[in-house]
Every structure is written in C-alpha cells, then in structure tokens.
C-alpha cells in the first residue's frame, strides 16, 4: 500500500518520491526479515515443512525474489542516470538478495551447497547495503544536507521525465498545461526547451517545433539524435556537457539547417540546479536573427562601401590634377578595395578605340605580367570582347563566377597563355560616363581561386567608384585643357601685345607721315591761297582795263569774250575757296557738344532764304532729335545739303523742301528731301566725290565739293550718307548721327 501510494502521480513530487523510498525500504527490509525468520525456522511451521519446501514457503520466496529483481533493475537505472555511488551499492545489495532467495527456491535440503551459497549473498548483501548508507551518509555531508534530502534528490532525478530538479526548490520545472507559464512559452517567438542531465527533452515549445518540423510529443523523452544528423547531434550534446560542466550561462550565434533553410540564431544556454548546487539539467533559448543578422550585414557592408566611397572621394578631391596621375590613383583605390586587377581603357579622341590609361594590382608581379599581355588598344568596330559591348550598350557587365569554357574564349590570342596561368573566376567591368557622355570603362577581375566571387553589392561599388573617378578624369582633363588654353591664351596675349607694339610703331610713323602730309597740305593751301589768286587777280584786273579801254568800240564778240574771261575768273576763284575749305574740314580739329539740330536748321534756311531772291521755296521742318557733334561742321553740312535743295528746286514752280528724321538702332537718321530735278540713281555712287558733278555747269552752278564736305564731317561723326532721286520727281539725301557721345 505504501508503495503505490508512493507511486501514484497525484501526490506532490516531493511526497510521492519520499513515499516510494519508504515503500521500497520496507518490502525489501520485510522481506529479507521474513525469509531469515523462515530458514531460521522462527517462524511457524506453516512457512516449513521438515527439510523440504512448502508450497506457501515457495511461493514467499519466488514473490520476493521478484521483487527485488526488480528493484535491482530500478535502482541500477537510478545510478546511471544520476551517478551516484550509494545507489550503485545499494543495487548491488539487492542484486546479492535476489541470488539468495533463488538459492533458497531451488535448494533441495537445509544445509546443501545451493544453501551455503544463498547464505553468503545474503550476508554480502548486508555489508553492501551498509556500505550504500554509508556512502549515501558521505554525500549528505558533502552537501550539507540530511540523508532524507540526499535519498530524495535522487530518486527526483532518476525519474527525469518532467522534474529534472527537486520539487518546491526555486529552479524546479513542472510540466504546466493551463497555466500562464505555459501559455508564455508556447506563445513565445523564442523557441525554449529544457533537457535532462542525460539530454532527453523535457519541454519543447510551438517554436522549437516549428523549427525542427517535430511535434513535442515526438520529441519528448527524446535527446538530439532524433533531430539532427548523427555527427551535429554528437556536436550539440558536447556544448551541452561543457555548459553543465562549466555552470555557467552562455550566449553565442549558430547557423542551423531548418526545415526552413540556413538559419541563424542567438542561442542562450545555461545549467539548471538543484537545491542543493548540483546541475540536474540544462535549459535553451534560440532566437532567430536571421533577418537581422542580414540587416547588420547589410548596413556593415553599406558603411564599409560608404567609407570606401569617402576615401576614395578624399583621395581624388586632394590628388594632383595631372590626367596620368588621376587614372593611376584610381585603379590603385578600386584594386585595393575590391581587387585583384583593375583596368582603365579610355575613349580615343576620335571615339573609334579603347585604350589602355591604367593598370593596378595589390601584387606588383600580377601587375607586370598583366601589362605584358594586355592589348593597349581595342578597336571598336572589329574587336567583340566585353570593352567595346559596354561601350555600345553603356551597360555594366557582371559575370560572378566564370566558367572553364569561358575561359577558353579570349579575343586576344595572347591572353590564352595567361589565362591558363592565371584563371579568372570573377569579372566585373562598369562603363565611366561623366556628364552623361561614355569616356571609358574600368574593369576588375579576380585571379585568386580562394577569395570570394564578387557580389551585386561590389557592383554597385565599383559603379559608384567609377562615377567619382570618371568625373575626377574628366576635371582633370579639363583642367589639362584649360592649362593648355591658358598657355595659348598667353601666347595669344603675347603675340597681341607684339602686334600692337607693332601698331603703335606702324601708328607713330602714320602719325608723323600725317603729320608731315598737312605741313605739305599746309603749305599747298597756302601757296593755292597765293599764288593761284595772284594771276587770277592780273587776269581780271586786265580784262576789266581791256573792257574800260575799247569801251564802246568793242565788238560783240570782243564783248563776249572779255565777259567769259570774267566769269571763269570769279568760278575759278569759288572753286579755290572751296577745296580750302575741304582741306579744313578734315584738318580742323572737333569740339563735340549737344547740337539743337531743329535751331541749326533754322538759322541755315533763315540765311539763304534772303539770297533766293525771285525764288520761293516752300520748307518744312520736322521733329529733329538733337545730336552730339560739333556744331560748326554740322551747320556745314546742312548749309551744303538745303543748298542743293534750293538750287536743285528752282525750275520748280512751287518749291517744297522737307527736312525730318527717324530713329534708327543706335543711330537717328536725318534727311532732306526736295521735289526738284533729281537725278538718274545709276550714278549715285558718283555723287559724294569730289568734283563729281551730275549736271552741268550751264545748267546750276557748283564745284562739286560739297557733298564731298557733308560725306568727310558726317564720317568723321561716325555717321553714313546715302540719297534716294528719281529724275524730275526730286531727291532725298540721308546722313546718320549715332547716339551718344562719340569721341574722334
């Protein structure tokens, strides 16, 4: 009774297994205590009949000796489970008890051989039984304890199930169905186990199951060979041991094969204990970080291509801006941050090949070996290698991991010995566009069989890298393009400041040669002044004597030609005033001023209106801007100007002379228009030289020199001059003035 009581599952643990002690303890004592009493023959003869067995007597023995097989069986199982040596005695003694009550069933007398042998193990099984308390005494006191708490602990852990430590200790597990414990774990995103001493699962949540694909049911009672292969089960279960061995909790990160693929978890492991210091078991928690790990990954690779990045932009702002040493700087920062070989082919001027600017490797043999081989320059139209393809597509090309047959595949025949050399086994090359215009590619390629296979995330890398240096190539190209303009544009400057020396000599000597042309002019003007009116002066003295002298004897002819010889005098001696006057204009030096031209106008018209006597001319004067200019030589201009359009108007009946002006870009225009005889526009070239004349003498006076006056000071303002005519329906002259000052 006691001893199913001690065994029933509704007692507390604590109880149940103190219970089971004692109802083993006291069969087993009350056994032993009766089958000495009946082979002592103190007990009644019922238990024995003469020398021979009993039915009843039979029967006691054989029920004992099944007995203590069986506590033999249980107790033995206790010591390898929980490997105490008290135990192991104890067994022992059971063991000896049970070989002598089968040596006392099957003896055939009192006193035979098989008796002997049953007394002996019976005495044997006395001495181990006191030396399984004496052991189990020794443990106590080691661990402080009583020898109650010593049985009980063991008994507690032998069952192992569900109870790896002592019931009612603080780190006693039960197994919780309803509680809310329970329902933690299995809600957990965490999956949570615990293991016994000997690594059989006692608990196992929803989300270690979900990882493994094992239900709990099936796993527990069961240790790590039922989830993973034989040699990771033998791997776990190690770290298991030298957690419980060591005592104490650790953390670290494990990459497992799941259902669900390669997974990466932080798994936090430590010992469980009893009460009395001793580890009974081991629990775990495993956290998948495998989203995370990726994230951290991630962001540690984007800081290290960042930080490269920022290197490199460092490196290149602060390089020397020589077109070489860029390109040379390049390959080295992408070879070392990338590796193994870095290129850099550059467009020709002409666009039509690829040439080699720049080689690196980290290993300067792999370095001279690759130049010796490699092609300096690629033609676009003919050669088919992955150069030119990016080129034409502007796309990068990426080829992670490269076979042995495309190996084998080289446009370059000289590369075929070197490629079975050095097999590549990595490529990637990436276009150099910058200012979105192709200037090149950059290519890497890897030779080592041990490094990794470049990655999209080198790619993006080593695209990056290749905007910043192909916009670093293209500021130092322009910087060398600039230095070379600025060293033209000196020799430019240089060569202007010759040439103007040059002029300003050439400028000097002009000057003086102009400056001795007018003293010629000078001392021409002068001597027209003199000597030409001294005969002029005897010509006409003499011929007014000769008329006075034949007065009225004179003939008509001798009359005629004495009136000739006067008139060509007085026209000799306007054209001599004339042409000094013309020679002035372009001597007489400009006082430039704001010039009323309406005012001008009027004082000109006012002065030859009282010399047109017997001939009205009708004038009209428009709006007239004012102009800046000296204003002697523009009265000059229009006294020349309205005097042509008087003279030109007098076979007019009724005159009409118009003088306006429009605005012009940058210029005002000013004209005057008659409605006299005009003249054929065919020789309007004719009309502003000197002594250019369309009508004759006989017909209006004149010289010819004064539209060549008006065109020389309308020139030297700046302005043009031009006129419009039709022949007897008028003419129109023009002269401009720019606006502003002008300084001549």
Not at 301 to 310: D, G, I, M, S, Y
Not at 359 to 383: F, K, M, N, Q, Y
Not at 665 to 674: K, L
Request: aromatic residues 8%.
């Amino acid at each position: 009774m006691i001893l199913l009581v001690g065994l029933s599952p509704t007692v507390e643990p604590a109880r149940r297994r103190a219970w089971a002690v004692v109802g083993y303890l006291t069969a087993v004592i009350f056994t032993t205590l009766l089958t000495t009493a009946a082979l002592r023959g103190s007990i009644p003869p019922f238990f024995v009949q003469g020398a021979g067995p009993t039915t009843l007597r039979q029967g006691v023995l054989g029920t004992a000796d099944v007995l203590f097989i069986f506590s033999f069986l249980i107790f033995i199982g206790m010591h390898f489970r929980t490997k105490e040596v008290f135990l192991y005695w104890y067994a022992l003694a059971l063991a000896l008890t049970s070989v002598s009550l089968t040596a006392f069933f099957i003896q055939s007398s009192v006193g035979s051989p098989v008796g002997w042998v049953g007394r002996f193990s019976q005495y044997l099984a006395g001495a181990y039984l006191l030396v399984s308390l004496v052991a189990a005494r020794r443990v106590a006191h080691e661990r402080k304890t009583s020898l109650d708490n010593v049985l009980t602990f063991s008994l507690n852990s032998a069952e192992g199930e569900f109870a790896p430590v002592a019931a009612g200790s603080p780190n006693a597990i039960e197994r919780p169905d309803k509680d809310l414990a329970h329902i933690y774990l299995e809600e957990s995103a965490d999956a949570f186990y615990v293991k016994d001493i000997q690594g059989r699962y006692l608990l196992f949540n929803s989300e270690a199951a979900r990882i493994t694909g094992k239900q709990p049911e099936e796993v527990i009672g069961k240790d790590d060979y039922f989830l993973f292969p034989a040699d990771e089960a033998r791997t776990v279960m190690a770290g298991d041991r030298k957690v419980m061995d060591g005592g104490h909790v650790i953390t670290y990160e494990e990459v497992v094969q799941t259902v669900a693929g390669t997974t990466t978890y932080l798994s936090t492991k430590g010992p469980l204990f009893d009460d009395y210091g001793k580890v009974s078991g081991l629990f775990g928690i495993a956290r998948d970080i495998t989203e995370a790990k990726r994230a951290e990954e991630q962001l540690a690779a984007q800081a290290a291509r960042l930080k490269v990045l920022a290197e490199a932009s460092k490196a290149l702002d602060g390089a020397d801006r020589d077109h070489e040493v860029v390109l040379e700087l390049v390959v080295r920062l992408v070879s070392e941050a990338l590796g193994d070989v870095c290129r850099i082919r550059t467009l020709s001027e002409d666009g039509n090949r690829l040439d080699l600017a720049a080689l690196h490797s980290p290993d300067p043999g792999l370095t001279e070996i690759v130049r010796a081989v490699e092609s300096p320059s690629l033609d676009l139209a003919t050669d088919l290698g992955p150069a030119p393809q990016v080129i034409r597509s502007g796309e990068p090309r990426f080829v992670p991991v490269i076979t042995q047959d495309a190996n084998r595949v080289s446009p370059t025949p000289a590369f075929v010995p070197f490629l079975e050399r050095f097999p590549p086994h990595s490529f990637i090359m990436v276009p150099l566009r910058a200012q979105d215009r192709l200037i090149g590619v950059l290519s890497l390629t890897r030779y080592q069989r041990s490094a990794p296979s470049f990655t999209e995330d080198d790619l993006i890398l080593a695209q990056e890298l290749a905007d910043r240096a192909a916009m670093a190539i293209a500021n130092a190209r322009l910087l060398a393009q600039v230095q070379q303009e600025l060293v033209e544009r000196e020799l430019a400057e240089a060569e202007i400041r010759r040439l103007n020396a040059d002029l300003e000599e050439r400028g000097r000597r002009r000057t003086a040669q102009l400056e001795a042309a007018n003293q010629e002019l000078e001392a021409f003007s002068y001597s027209v002044s003199h000597d030409l009116r001294a005969p002029l002066r005897y010509i006409s003295g003499f011929s007014q004597i000769l008329a006075e002298h034949l007065g009225e004897a004179a003939d008509e002819k001798t009359g005629h030609c004495i009136e000739t010889i006067t008139r060509s005098v007085r026209e000799m001696g306007v054209l001599i005033d004339d042409l000094l006057q013309f020679s002035r204009v372009g001597r007489a030096e400009m006082h430039l001023g704001r010039v009323d031209m309406v005012a001008l106008v009027h004082e000109v018209v006012d002065s030859m209106a009282g010399q047109e006597s017997g001939h009205r001319v009708e004038v009209r004067v428009g709006a007239l801007p004012p102009a800046v200019g000296d204003a002697a030589l523009l009265r000059q201009v229009w006294t020349n100007l309205l005097g042509n359009a008087f003279k030109y108007t007098r076979p007019r009946d009724h005159a009409v002379v118009e003088v306006g002006a429009r605005p012009a870009e940058g210029e005002t225009v000013y004209f005057v228009r008659d409605n006299g005889v005009g003249f054929d526009m065919e020789y309007a070239d004719k009309l502003f030289g000197v002594f250019e004349r369309l009508h004759g003498s006989d017909e209006f006076e004149g010289t010819g020199i004064g539209l060549a006056n008006v065109k020389r000071i309308v020139t030297r303002h700046g302005g043009r001059c031009s006129a419009e005519a039709k022949v007897n329906e008028g003419a129109t002259f023009f002269f401009t003035m720019p606006e502003g000052s002008v300084g001549l």
